[in-house]
């Protein structure tokens, strides 16, 4: 029980933050598609809110599969 309390700190302090990253993420990738005139990261998700989530997926696999080949 006295594990919960630390575990609620640590999610308190580590959600937001990448929360914030999340939305950093976006929102570059907005601007620098307004800049280049483009639709901008809006597949996967309303207006594009799930992108890095599914990005990150992808380098994970990414990672996974270049290190089975080298294995």
Same mark, same amino acid.
């Not at 919960?4 to 933050?17: A, G, N, T």
């Not at 280049?36 to 809110?49: E, F, S």
């Given at each position: 029980?006295?594990?919960?309390?630390?575990?609620?700190? =640590?999610? +308190?302090?580590?959600?937001?933050?990448?929360?914030?990253?999340?939305? @950093?993420? *976006?929102?570059?990738?907005? /601007?620098?598609?307004?800049?280049?005139?483009?639709?901008?990261?809006?597949? =996967?998700? +309303?207006?594009?809110?799930?992108?890095?989530?599914?990005?990150?997926? @992808?380098? *994970?696999?990414?990672?996974? /599969?270049?290190?089975?080949?080298?294995?």
């Amino acid at each position: 029980m006295l594990w919960i309390y630390p575990l609620m700190e =640590v999610l +308190i302090i580590l959600v937001p933050i990448l929360m914030t990253i999340a939305f @950093v993420t *976006i929102s570059e990738r907005k /601007v620098m598609a307004a800049m280049q005139r483009r639709c901008g990261p809006n597949a =996967v998700g +309303i207006w594009g809110i799930l992108q890095p989530y599914f990005f990150k997926q @992808v380098v *994970i696999l990414i990672i996974n /599969v270049i290190y089975n080949i080298i294995k």
